[in-house]
């Protein structure tokens, strides 16, 4: 559904990428993330053992520079009777 049938229009956007080294804390937390989900990882078919061992040990890696999340911010208002009436 999108928001205008919510009767909201959006006034701003933003997406902010974290780009983080390897050993940093969020590095090594998503880390220690693939290790515990190494099987359901596995088990979706979607990557195997290499790629997982891959991503740890660039994870652990302080030359290596990943963004491990993004941000993404959306402000939006309800839309008024004059509102809907003005765009028609």
Partial sequence: MTLSRLGLTVEMTDAAAHLAAGASLVALLMAE??????????????????????????ARTPSSWAIYYTTVAVIARATTAADRSARC
């Fill in 33 to 58: 993330s693939a290790v515990a989900l190494r099987d359901k990882y596995i088990a979706t078919g979607k990557a195997g053992d290499a790629d997982i061992d891959t991503y740890i040990h660039a």
